[in-house]
């Protein structure tokens, strides 16, 4: 019986035995199992992160390279934030031991002061963003690094096809590309359908450019008017920019004008240039329907009020304006006596000269630029384009298509065809100070010498272009 | 001759604290004012686009400047708005410093809502202003009640340098009257108890007693005044940008245009330059002046 029962005792021991080796067995075979899958699938990260580095760096930055990073931008949070979602996600994936420094929200007005302070007392930051109307004067100086080369090497995703060849044109500077767009507002009419609706005026076209100057000018006559009875007018027809120079350079260039020939001397002894600085004036002083002003602010004021019917502006504005409480839409431009022109502008990311991080400057340019989601979140806040023809349908979100229908039409069709950028040239700001002081008399105060001003804006503007080629 | 030691000693220790304890403040304004201003003047010799390595062109820039009509423009403008400033400031100043020296009732609210504007941010006190200035803005609204015709305020060549010194003066009024009032404190009051024993009249005792023992407060008010509005800037910065057509474009603001905006960095370190000998000059000739009409008694 003893012998019997250690017999089954020592059987058990072995099952038991047995079962637990198995197990353990089983055990050992998962474990290995499973760290054979875990190599291989580190393996193949590490190999597409491998594959994806290369194709976000240009490889000459170390991974674990430890610097802080500065950006400047005049934007506010709200339109720099999905930026600087995107370049700090670039940042944490590729360098994640690069401290991000932004000065985001700088005052227009003080932020190129601020810039040109920086580059010149040699603490530059890393990278700028930059405005279209400044490329060149900066360029010219020297202020800037050409990234011609470093788009050479490692092209932003689409270039050159699928960017705007009149935008990367305003950022050529003689045969350097100095500003990289990182997005694009084209020009319209907005007009306040309430305002038009109470007058029983129609609404200028919406889905065509079949109206005109004359067109404009008579809708703005209906629509200008004295509300209250005190003989003073508070309701204006029409605004169109007359502060800087760009702002009406559609019309300018509608009359058949321009600021500068084609080889680059000063045009405003061009009789075309002069019918359309005149037709600009009418309009404050002839016709009257404009208010006038010194100052786009308080053109907007004036809107926002729900005091003006019609404004030529861009499609930024429509961010603004969607808070608006009356109605409004949105018309192209119209046909002037020589065609149709489109205002079209965008700021850039520009490398000021002396930044320490250069490539990795441009790397978070093309990053930035070149990542689809980073484009539409861009779009999606600031109600601009994108810089890239593919990613345009982005743009419109549901609560814009519904509240702007023709947006595509007006702001991407039409103005993939008729729309121009300014002639930025090298002196640009010393040309609109020229333009206030010769202009400002006929614009503001309706000095009727108008081809006397053109004629001396245009002397003393052949000067400073002068003083620039020497 | 023991204490004489010991004297010249103490002296010297006192001098040499008082070396140390001003040294700070003495570093700091070399630093960041002697400094700066002699690189102005080296570099107003230069052409200078502040990104490019400076060139010397001798005086080449002053040749420039005293043949360039926009800063004969802009030097008119900055002797017209100084001058006018000035003079309004002081006069109202004055004669609101001698109200809110009486006992007045609220007589503390009154002096506090006087220096509110002086201390108040001048870009959001100017965007105001621009506002009330605006064509349709309230001091038109309010003319036009009274059957007046507001003119275009900033727009017009005429009448935009007289706004911004209406706004300028009523920003920078606290301060001159925080200097009169300062100033009347000083005044004996056994002199006016004597004026009155006499018969003097309130008008008669102002003329006579607080006008010329105020001299000093006046002076030092003119200087500072004067020294300030010949340096403005963020005014016109902010409400007419130097236009319409240069009619607002001062010394300061044509400095900062031609530099910053058309980096020509030699020439406006000439210009500023010019605007340093202006206000030097100023000063002097009231400094001077100071002997014929400032009591110092």
């Known amino acids: 019986m003893l012998w019997r029962s250690r017999l089954t005792r020592t059987r058990k021991l072995l099952v038991v035995k047995e079962e637990r080796m198995c197990r353990m067995n089983s055990k050992v075979a998962f474990v290995l199992g499973l760290l054979f899958v875990s190599a291989l699938s580190v393996l193949v990260c590490a190999e597409e992160q491998a594959s994806d580095r290369s194709l976000w760096t240009l490889g000459t930055v170390p991974p674990d390279i430890k610097t802080t990073f500065t950006i400047i931008s005049w934007e506010p949070i709200a339109k720099f934030g999905p930026r600087y979602k995107y370049i700090e996600q670039f940042f944490k994936t590729y360098y994640p031991n690069v401290t991000l420094k932004v000065d985001y929200g700088i005052d227009w007005d003080d932020y190129f002061t601020k810039l040109s302070t920086m580059i010149a007392t040699g603490n530059p930051p890393d990278l700028v963003w930059m405005h279209d109307t400044r490329v060149a004067d900066y360029a010219a100086r020297g202020a800037l690094l050409p990234l011609t080369e470093y788009i050479r090497k490692l092209p932003p995703l689409g270039w050159p096809d699928d960017w705007y060849e009149a935008q990367i044109r305003g950022y050529t500077y003689e045969g350097e590309i100095y500003g990289i767009p990182q997005d694009l507002v084209t020009g319209c009419i907005f007009f306040n359908k309430d305002l038009f609706d109470a007058a029983g005026v129609p609404y200028p076209p919406q889905w065509s450019t079949d109206w005109t100057f004359e067109d404009m000018i008579e809708l703005a006559r209906k629509l200008t008017r004295d509300t209250d009875g005190d003989g003073r007018i508070d309701q204006w027809g029409l605004a169109i920019g007359t502060w800087e120079p760009h702002a009406c350079y559609w019309v300018v260039r509608a009359f058949g004008g321009d600021y500068l020939t084609p080889e680059g001397e000063p045009n405003f002894d061009n009789p075309r240039t002069i019918e359309a600085i005149k037709f600009l004036r009418d309009m404050y002083h002839t016709w009257k329907v404009s208010y006038i002003t010194p100052s786009e602010v308080d053109i907007d004021r004036l809107f926002m009020e729900g005091k003006l019917a019609m404004y030529s502006k861009h499609n930024e504005r429509c961010s603004i304006w969607m808070g608006a409480s009356f109605n409004w839409g949105v018309a192209p431009e119209p046909r002037g006596p020589a065609g149709r022109c489109q205002f079209m502008g965008s700021s850039c990311w520009s490398i000021p000269k002396g930044a320490k991080n250069p490539d990795l400057a441009y790397e978070v340019i093309r990053y930035a630029l070149s990542n689809p989601d980073s484009l539409k979140g861009i779009v999606s806040t600031l109600h601009c384009l994108p810089p890239r023809k593919s990613l345009a349908p982005f743009a419109l979100s549901p609560e814009l298509a519904a509240k702007v229908p023709n947006y595509t039409y007006v702001f991407v069709e039409l103005a993939a065809k008729d729309a121009l950028v300014p002639p930025y040239f090298v002196g640009y700001e010393e040309f609109v100070s020229l333009w206030h002081r010769y202009l400002d008399p006929v614009f503001l105060l309706g000095e009727e010498d108008v081809r006397g001003a053109c004629e001396q804006l245009n002397a003393a503007l052949r000067e400073v272009l002068k003083s620039y080629r020497r | ?297």
């Open chain 2, 1 to 297: 001759m023991k204490s004489k030691v010991s004297y010249t000693r103490l002296m010297k220790s006192e001098a040499l604290y008082g070396y140390i304890f001003i040294a700070p403040n003495l570093i700091l304004y070399a630093i960041f004012f002697i400094f700066p201003a002699l690189m102005t003047f080296v570099l107003s010799f230069t052409s200078f686009d502040l990104f490019s390595p400076p060139s010397f062109v001798g005086t080449a820039q002053y040749v420039r400047l005293f043949n360039d009509p926009l800063f004969h423009k802009a030097l008119l403008n900055t002797l017209y708005f100084a001058l006018a400033r000035t003079t309004l400031t002081i006069v109202i100043a004055f004669w609101l410093a001698l109200l809110l020296n009486r006992k007045l009732f609220g007589r503390a609210l009154f002096r506090t809502m006087h220096f509110l504007p002086y201390v108040s941010l001048l870009s959001a006190v100017a965007l105001v202003w621009t506002w009330l200035f605006a064509t349709d803005g309230l001091i038109n609204t309010v003319l036009g009640k009274i059957g007046i015709k507001g003119p275009m305020w900033l727009t017009s060549k005429i009448w935009a340098m007289p706004a911004i010194i209406v706004m300028s003066t009523w920003k920078d009024l606290g301060y001159s009257i925080l200097i009169f009032l300062a100033g009347f404190q000083t005044i004996p009051s056994e002199l006016y108890e004597a004026a009155m024993v006499d018969g003097a009249n309130w008008f008669q005792r102002v003329r006579n007693i607080t006008l010329p023992l105020s001299t000093p407060a006046i002076f030092f008010a003119v200087v500072t005044t004067l020294i300030g509005t010949l340096q403005d800037f963020d005014q016109f910065y902010f409400m007419t940008k130097g236009g319409p057509a240069y009619a607002t474009t001062t010394l300061s603001y044509y400095i900062y245009e031609v530099g910053f905006k058309w980096f020509k960095m030699g020439y406006a370190c000439a210009a500023s330059v010019i605007l340093f000998l202006l206000v030097f000059l100023f000063t002097l000739i009231q400094w001077y002046a100071r002997r014929r009409w400032v009591f110092e008694g």
